[in-house]
């Protein structure tokens, strides 16, 4: 399964999950539809109804739009190119599915002032500090994400066994112990969340906060178990498995699929939980401050509160009124394309040939390839150079990259033994350099370039040795 077939599948899902989360803020919640405070009963309005029917069918075209195209341009030749492809046009989607919600917004904010409902005098945003400070006896406990990644963390260093190198350990256990900090921090944030009073009725108040808590602790842990069992999966490109790349790649896209399926799950389960509740109330309280949504997230200058709760109940907003959540979601964003670009740069570098590189010093020679650390070996470790017709047959790929134009990054070739390659797959020749602790592989697109690079290196190495 190569990785365009798994990006395919995954962007897809995203489509979907775009699509039905987008749906969600267009249904009737607590008086809010699209950011939009509707009176009570109005919300089987002929022009409500249009406008929410007209924006799901929009949402529909554009995420199938999308996920057509996705699936068009996987027959592309080039899979270099295809995930590249794939790459931007996630960035387009993400902007595309922004500028839909703002467009609905506004189509019912124009319904609303067309009908000339005025909420009555505009109420104050309550907040219960007692709601914060009770007790969530719901709440998912911390020792089961303690317990989590001190098991990751044990498995982990199974790592060093099968060949043991502590390089291979080190890695994986700094990125099960980020997973752990990071989840830790969102733990405690999700445990004083803030608690927006919704009703007269203080069981029904602390019953949603709890819910909603709760949920929020269950997706952390479900998030945590997802990545500690990639990184569990990963281990089996250490333990030599047979056909272990591609065990790695279907559980990867099982579990993201099993992911995006719970996570809808259980916050759409919230969010009935929640409206139940509140039907069953006498008086729902909200806050007629559609003109601070009015792009789809909080905007109020006003409000010192940086984190707010959203209007539908189900996530967190940052007010991007004041200036520190203006830095807070100007990160996010930056932080969120500039990984999508990072992989695109050496993804369209990986497309020439030319960016495989052996350069030749006076004592040492320096290898250079897309996705793959530079490597610099003196001719005095070298052991052997061999001129092969192909590179021999790998057991598994342990980091780098691996498309049908290249194989660049660390392998465990059929002996179990560590290489690295900086290798262009259409290339007739490949130079092979052997030191005592590790074998290199190298090629280009042009045969005669290898050639020559072969004899020019021989007689660098053999003008060292002598």
């Known amino acids: 399964m190569n990785s365009a077939l798994i990006l395919l599948i995954i962007f897809s899902l995203c489509g979907v999950l775009f699509y039905f989360v987008g749906c969600i803020s267009a249904g009737w919640h607590n008086n809010i539809i699209l950011e939009t405070t509707i009176p009570k009963g109005e919300d089987q309005n002929p022009k409500v109804k249009a406008v929410t029917k007209l924006y799901k069918k929009r949402l529909l075209q554009t995420h199938a739009g999308f996920i057509l195209l996705y699936l068009f341009l996987f027959f592309w030749q080039n899979e270099n190119e295809i995930i590249i492809t794939y790459l931007i046009l996630l960035m387009f989607q993400i902007m595309m599915t922004c500028l839909l919600q703002i467009w609905g917004i506004r189509k019912m904010h124009a319904v609303k002032q067309e009908e000339s409902w005025f909420i009555g005098e505009k ?22 994400l303690l317990l989590i990644f001190v098991i990751s963390l044990l498995t982990s260093i199974l790592a060093y066994f099968p060949a043991r190198r502590m390089a291979d350990v080190i890695p994986l256990g700094a990125l099960t112990l980020l997973i752990f900090i990071i989840s830790f921090f969102t733990y405690l944030l999700v445990k004083k969340m803030p608690a927006k009073v919704l009703s007269e009725d203080k069981k029904v108040n602390q019953y949603c906060i709890n819910v909603t808590r709760k949920t929020w602790s269950k997706f952390i842990l479900a998030l945590d178990v997802f990545l500690y069992l990639i990184i569990l999966f990963n ?15 279907s559980g990867i896209l099982v579990l993201t699929g099993f992911l995006l399926l719970y996570i809808f ?44 709760p959203d209007r539908v109940g189900m996530n967190i907003s ?42 030749l010093g006076n004592n040492t020679l320096e290898l250079n390839a897309p996705l793959t650390s530079s490597t610099t070996l003196d001719y005095s470790k070298i052991k052997k150079i061999v001129l092969l017709d192909s590179v021999p047959d790998m057991n598994m790929r342990i980091n780098g990259a691996a498309t049908d134009s290249i194989s660049t990054g660390y392998f465990l070739n059929k002996k179990n033994e560590k290489v690295k390659l900086f290798v262009w797959n259409h290339s007739k020749k490949v130079i092979a350099i052997y030191t005592n602790k590790m074998t290199f592989y190298y090629s280009n697109q042009s045969d005669m370039k290898i050639k020559q690079k072969y004899q020019e290196l021989k007689e660098s190495v053999n003008k060292k040795v002598n």
């Not at 281990?235 to 790649?249: D, K, R, T």
């Open 235 to 249: 281990l089996a490109l250490f333990w030599g498995i047979a056909h272990a790349v591609v065990l790695v790649n």
């Open 318 to 359: 940052v007010n991007i009124g004041r200036p520190l959540g203006k830095m807070i979601m100007s990160a996010t964003v930056i932080m969120l394309f500039t990984i999508i670009i990072l992989c695109i740069i050496p993804l369209a570098q990986s497309g020439n040939p030319e960016a495989f590189e052996l350069d």
């Open 123 to 144: 109420h104050e945003i309550i907040m219960d500090t007692k709601l914060v400070l009770e007790k969530n006896q719901d709440l998912v406990p911390f020792k089961w």
């Open 265 to 308: 799950y259980i916050f759409l389960k919230m969010l009935h939980q929640r409206d139940t509740a509140l039907a069953s109330t006498k008086e729902v309280f909200f806050a007629d401050d559609d003109y601070f949504w009015r792009y789809g997230i909080y905007m109020n200058p006003e409000d010192p509160r940086i984190m707010v």
